[in-house]
């Protein structure tokens, strides 16, 4: 007992130093450093800033509409020329079959 209360401080600060030591070695592997922390937080901004601006150049609701707007304007031209362009296909196989017909006849 008496070499238990002479060396109690001694063995209490082996203890204290063992544990710690484990508490910091815990620590150290659970836990980010301070620089890895920061190259991974300039990482992270600068993806998330070329991420901001490839959104700032996409078309938002306005521009799309617009497009829509447009694409039915150009379709209901595209239908006002359907009439002229089956005439001129008519007029095209009416031609084509002229030239065939002049060709077998000899002329």
Known sequence: MDFILEWYKAFLT???AIVGGAALAWLRSTFVT???HDDVSKALESRLSAVEK???DLPNADDLHELDK???EVSGKID???P???DIKRLTDLLMENELRGTRNGD
């Open 34 to 36: 301070k620089k890895a």
């Open 70 to 72: 447009r694409l039915i």
């Open 14 to 16: 082996v203890g204290v």
């Open 54 to 56: 490839t959104i700032e």
């Open 84 to 86: 002229q362009l089956t």
């Open 80 to 82: 006002g020329l359907n």
